[in-house]
């Protein structure tokens, strides 16, 4: 069983935030009205966080980096989770099972990384999304909690494909969207239980770290730091 | 002993049940206007969603969750209080226990409600039963509280079967509710042990329980890894502070229906003033918790929990933080610790200032940590809707009617106990006493009085 994981090299990015984008139409995300994103409701599962801003004022270099669920080994959503309505799968992504979430967001309140969304309200679609709606992904009712599944669907289409071509998946059958349409090919996925995976050598560099690994979290969704 | 003869003595206390003044109509249409208000808030937020509230993405509980917790806290002034008192034979319990429990059945009631009206989707409630995960904190929480709720609804009753069966023997319009209540209960020396028997065994059992339940809504908070939650403290803290608004709760109550219902004869300043002393203790304690909690933040300074801790001591819930300081500490120790001002207004005055103090505590336990996470988000400020204002009113208004409409059904001072203080207790506790001093010691006397308590 492989156990999926990500790198992202802060070097390469740019914060160009393409990621953002296509992971909002991957998993058709819901786009809120002006007035809840400005009372903090915008929802996004991958998420542009600005760390600090390096240099004065004009010549500022902020330091950013792409924050997606971390997908942790030890995730303290599933612990709370009164339903299960969170789980840790065998291959270790994180995954929600909307139709069983009560929106209590004691996951919520309980992830470090506050990556978690909450459908407050669902609201009418602009008329343009029609088009881009993704068919794999359920879309999701209001009260119910959602955040990066690794785009579960992927891997689910990759794996039947497999299937019925009768081979074992391959490395670059699956990747999540975020990590196809990085223009500077700054985020590596794979298995990380693989030693000859790119996101495995990704991982030993001596650059890498994990968001908030103190708190035993395990992240498997790690960094390789901006250097100069 | 027949229970025909007990009636004259103690008609003011009956005089609630058989007499409706028009004020009470009045109140009774107001705050049913308020609750139908919150209803109709509930309602909306059904059909709108969570939307309807002011919560939002890193402040995802909040005044329901504080409600709930408040609520919860409040309950503490019965079940715990009563049971505490006649384990350690206070006798000047007799006519507190029965308000405090009543107390705690109706603010468990509403409070246990509030995690429901919190909930996104409250249709898949029963998801909890079906799929419930016991490593949940939340399923312990349901578990707890229901036990709470049903232990303390009974520690209610049983000890009211005496003044249910008084009030069958008089008839009246609501005779055959009585006469169902009263468990066919006449005073017969058996049933009477028995009666006994059940009071003990129930306050025993009601005290783990109570202490439970809000260890384990502190442990909510404190299973999480959140800066402000996590912390081994949080539990007896909680405890301790659901006791303190217990006390504040219970001594507006009585003071209230002491007023309107004229129970002065009853309800003596002795009684506030030993409550009075209780709150105090509970005061200090109290801090003695909050500065042990807080001081071991401040001087480890780890930078996350310093953030929530700087919102709470100069950010943007200073004003809140340093409110509850003075209504939780300054105020109740000066006019609880003063001679001059322990007085029945004084005492009252402390206590609705713990109330609302320890409102505003669950207030800043709760929403500096949500609002503070420990990665660099844009957070705003969280203003509560309309519709959570309308919720928490209707709560209140709520536990006011319910209230009320108690005190048209059942005596609000246990008419038995006031009953058995003046008939045996007086004569029991001088053979106590005697038993206690050194010198003389009257055997045949302390033999019969330890019978009695047995």
Not at chain 1, 39 to 55: C, Q, V
Not at chain 1, 100 to 110: D, E, V
Request: glycine share 6%; proline share 6%; hydrophobic share 45%.
């Amino acid at each position: 069983m492989p156990k999926y994981g990500m790198m992202i090299d802060l070097n390469k990015c740019t914060s160009c935030q393409a990621c953002v984008t296509a992971c909002k139409l991957e998993n058709n995300v819901q786009i809120v009205s002006e007035d809840d994103a400005q009372n903090g409701r915008a929802m996004f599962w991958m998420k542009m966080l600005t760390l600090e801003f390096d240099g004065d004022y004009p010549n500022i270099r902020p330091k950013a980096l792409p924050r997606n669920c971390m997908q942790c080994d030890e995730p303290s959503c599933i612990k709370v989770c009164p339903v299960r309505a969170t789980y840790k799968r065998p291959d270790g992504i994180v995954a929600q099972i909307y139709p069983q979430c009560i929106g209590c967001r004691y996951c919520m309140a309980n992830c470090p990384y506050t990556v978690k969304v909450f459908n407050w309200d669902r609201q009418a679609q602009p008329v343009q999304m029609e088009k881009t709606y993704d068919p794999d992904v359920s879309v999701r009712p209001k009260g119910v909690v959602e955040k990066c599944t690794f785009c579960i669907q992927r891997l689910q289409k990759a794996s039947e494909k497999a299937a019925v071509e009768h081979r074992k998946l391959e490395p670059g059958d699956y990747v999540p969207a975020c990590v196809e349409v990085c223009p500077v090919d700054a985020i590596t996925f794979g298995d990380l239980d693989d030693p000859k995976s790119e996101v495995t050598k990704a991982s030993r560099d001596y650059r890498a770290f994990g968001l908030l690994e103190e708190l035993g979290t395990v992240p498997k969704v790690r960094y390789l730091n901006a250097i100069e | 002993m027949s229970y025909q003869d007990l009636h004259d003595e103690d008609e003011v206390l009956f005089r609630p049940i058989y007499q409706t003044s028009r004020t009470f109509y009045v109140v009774v249409i107001a705050l049913a206007a308020v609750f139908l208000f919150g209803l109709g808030c509930y309602i909306h937020q059904l059909f709108y969603g969570l939307g309807a509230t002011g919560m939002d993405e890193p402040v995802s509980w909040a005044f329901y969750i504080v409600d709930f917790v408040f609520f919860i806290g409040i309950s503490h002034a019965g079940t715990l209080i009563s049971a505490i008192l006649r384990l350690s034979k206070a006798e000047w319990r007799r006519p507190i226990t029965r308000m405090a429990e009543v107390i705690t059945g109706i603010v468990l009631a509403i409070g246990g409600l509030h995690p429901i009206i919190d909930l996104g989707r409250p249709d898949r409630i029963l998801h909890l039963f079906e799929r419930g995960r016991l490593q949940s904190p939340l399923l312990w929480d349901l578990t707890s509280v229901t036990a709470y709720f049903t232990a303390s609804t009974i520690y209610l009753y049983v000890p009211m079967i005496p003044d249910i069966a008084l009030l069958r023997d008089r008839g009246g319009k609501l005779h055959n509710f009585y006469r169902i209540l009263a468990w066919g209960y006449k005073g017969t020396p058996r049933q009477k042990h028995a009666l006994e028997r059940a009071i003990n065994i129930l306050m025993v059992m009601v005290i783990p329980i109570a202490v439970s339940v809000h260890t384990i809504i502190a442990w909510i908070f404190g299973m999480t890894l959140q800066p402000g939650w996590h912390s081994t403290i949080f539990g007896p803290y909680f405890v301790v502070g659901a006791i303190y608004s217990g006390i504040a709760a219970l001594v507006i109550v009585m003071v209230t229906f002491r007023k309107i219902f004229h129970f002065e004869d009853y309800l003596k300043e002795i009684h506030f003033r030993y409550l009075g002393t209780l709150l105090l203790v509970v005061a200090l304690l109290w801090t003695y918790f909050t500065f042990a909690e807080f001081l071991t933040t401040f001087y480890g300074h780890e930078p996350a929990e310093m953030r929530v801790f700087l919102y709470k001591f100069i950010g943007a819930y200073a004003p809140f933080f340093w409110a509850m300081v003075f209504c939780n500490f300054l105020l109740p120790i000066v006019i609880l610790s003063n001679k001059k001002t322990k007085t029945i207004p004084g005492i009252l005055v402390a206590s609705i200032g713990v109330v609302i103090g320890m409102w505003l505590e669950r207030l800043i336990i709760i929403i500096p940590t949500l609002a503070n996470p420990r990665l660099p988000y844009p957070t705003g400020m969280y203003v509560p809707s309309i519709t959570e204002l309308g919720i928490a009113a209707a709560a209140t208004s709520a536990f006011v009617l319910g209230f009320m409409g108690f005190s048209k059904l059942f005596p609000l001072i246990s008419i038995w106990e006031t009953k058995e203080g003046r008939e045996h207790s007086i004569h029991e506790v001088s053979m106590r006493l005697r038993d206690y001093l050194p010198g003389q010691r009257d055997e045949a006397g302390v033999e019969a009085s330890v019978k009695a308590e047995i």
